[in-house]
């Protein structure tokens, strides 16, 4: 997969991938001290720990994180419920098993993609994309702007630059907010259900205490994608080796360790969160 070190500067090489998101679970692990003595025997988890409700999410971030793509939200639903009184505040397609097919890619590539990419820069542009069967090989710049490599087989695990901690902690974060949203409503959490019994299906969300619907899920997948810092993509990209050597001293010398400094705030916010609430024993 050569790339060209003259046709493209480092800011306008891009990555593009696909992730399943389980937008209903939370942490799957929890503590006690050991000062809580029967406490320990008796903890039991929750149902909500293994909820496989899932949603696809696209990404695409260029190799200093200086750009990165409005994230892209793939549901089941046509038009869910919660989206009748305010649009989605990131873009939102709708596919039976929830995944992305070569439709969504051809809607995201038209539609997402290339009209960021017109408004970001009018230089070259290299797409790196791994091999997946829906990622349509008919899909081309109309303007030839834009040309898209294909990273070889088996590789893109260890070369895919989301895929080298771009994605998990993009996730991190979005379990973080789920479980401080959850936190802030246990205090008042029977009278916001009794208040949620009001309103139509599908309309509750985080705001009654209730597990969340799409447009929680958009929202807080566009805070967590703003949130993620160029030193940390580029991180990534310095960590996936798929960059022209010329390339990786421009594109990381402001990049760290991300393997040292990933995810530990997010870390530190969740263990305030979970301080702050009880648990009560039946």
Not at 221 to 236: E, Q
Request: proline share 7%; glycine share 4%; hydrophobic share 35%.
């Amino acid at each position: 997969m050569p790339i060209a070190p003259l046709l493209y500067k480092p800011d306008c090489i891009f990555n593009m991938d696909e992730t399943a998101l389980f937008y209903k679970t939370i942490p799957n692990h929890s503590y006690l001290l050991s000062h809580e003595g029967d406490a320990r025997q008796k903890g039991r988890g929750s149902k909500q720990m293994s909820v496989k409700d899932r949603v696809t999410l696209i990404l695409c971030v260029n190799s200093t994180g200086s750009c990165k793509i409005d994230p892209v939200l793939i549901g089941t639903a046509k038009r869910p419920r919660c989206f009748q009184n305010s649009p989605p505040c990131i873009p939102y397609f709708d596919q039976k098993n929830a995944w992305n097919d070569r439709v969504c890619y051809d809607r995201w590539w038209n539609s997402v993609f290339l009209p960021q990419i017109r408004r970001w820069t009018k230089d070259n542009v290299a797409l790196l994309i791994d091999g997946f069967l829906g990622h349509d090989d008919t899909c081309s710049d109309p303007l030839g702007q834009v040309a898209v490599y294909k990273f070889p087989p088996n590789v893109t695990s260890v070369y895919q630059p989301l895929d080298q901690g771009v994605i998990s902690t993009l996730k991190a974060s979005y379990k973080a907010k789920l479980l401080a949203s959850l936190v802030d409503t246990a205090p008042n959490f029977e009278s916001l259900q009794c208040m949620s019994s009001q309103l139509p299906a599908g309309h509750a969300g985080l705001k009654y205490g209730c597990l969340p619907h799409m447009s929680n899920v958009a929202e807080i997948v566009k805070d967590s994608w703003k949130a993620l810092s160029p030193s940390v993509v580029a991180g990534c990209w310095k960590h996936a080796h798929c960059l022209p050597t010329a390339y990786e001293a421009e594109t990381t010398a402001d990049s760290h360790d991300y393997h040292k400094t990933m995810g530990k705030d997010t870390i530190q916010q969740m263990c305030d969160q979970l301080l702050t609430s009880s648990i009560r024993h039946s």
